[in-house]
C-alpha cells in the first residue's frame, strides 16, 4: 500500500510538472500555497490564494470550501495579524463608494480617509509596485458601508486582481499581471484531513 502511495504521488508530481507554464504559476502551486498558509492560520493570505484558484477555476469545491473556512476564520478574529494590519482592521469606513477609479487613487483616498477617522493617528503609507500606467489604467468600481479597512482594501485586491502584504510600516500592493492569467487550470490536488490534527495536504489529482 505504500508503494502504492508512493507510486501515485510521482504519477501526480509529474504529471503537474508538466503543466508548469512559462512565466506563471500552475493551479496546483497557487492550491498547495494556500492550504500551507492556512495549516499555518494566515488565513487572509490563504484566502488571496484560493480566490485566485476560483478566479480560474469557479467551480473547484475545495478551493471554494477552504476560502469559506478562511472567511469564517477571519470574521472570528482568528489567525495572526502584525501591528500594521490589527491597526488599521480598527478603523471602520461609514460609506465608500467609486466608479472606474484608478486603483492609485483609490489607494490615496484610503489613506486620506484613514486619517480622517483615527484623528490623525493612522495614516497609512500604500506601495504600489505596478507601473504608473497599471496604477491609472487600473479601474475600480466599490460600493461599501460600514466596513473595516482591511476588509476594503480586500475588495480592492479582488476587483484589481492585486496582492496585499501588511508590512510594518506599509501596505504593499502588488499586480498580477500576467503572472495570475498564465496560472494552469489543469490539474488541482484534492485535500485530506488527517485525524486528530487541522493539517490537511493534497493526495491526488482531481482534474483530468
Known sequence: MKNFSTSISLIVA???GLSVFAQGQTLQA????????????DYR??????????????????????????RAEIAKGAGPKNDTEAVIAKIIIPEINVTDAPIGDVLDYLSDRAGELSGGKVVPNFIYEGS???????????????????EAIRYVGQLSR?????????????????????????SVSVPQEKSGT???????SIFD
Request: proline letters at 5%; glycine letters at 4%; charged letters at 20%.
Open 45 to 70: 493570505a490563504a484566502l488571496q490564494k484560493f480566490e485566485r484558484v476560483l478566479q480560474t477555476k469557479p467551480g473547484f469545491v475545495y478551493a471554494r470550501n477552504y476560502a469559506g473556512k478562511c
Open 30 to 41: 497557487v492550491f498547495n500555497e494556500g492550504v500551507a498558509l492556512y495549516n499555518q492560520q
Open 198 to 204: 487541522t493539517f490537511e495536504k493534497p493526495v491526488k
Open 162 to 186: 492585486t496582492d496585499f502584504r501588511y508590512d510594518p510600516h506599509a501596505i504593499v500592493a502588488t499586480p498580477r499581471g500576467s503572472q495570475s492569467a498564465n496560472i494552469s487550470a489543469e
Open 132 to 150: 504608473s500606467e497599471q496604477r491609472q489604467n487600473t479601474l475600480i468600481s466599490l460600493s461599501l458601508r460600514n466596513v473595516p479597512m482591511t
Open 14 to 16: 509529474i504529471l503537474l
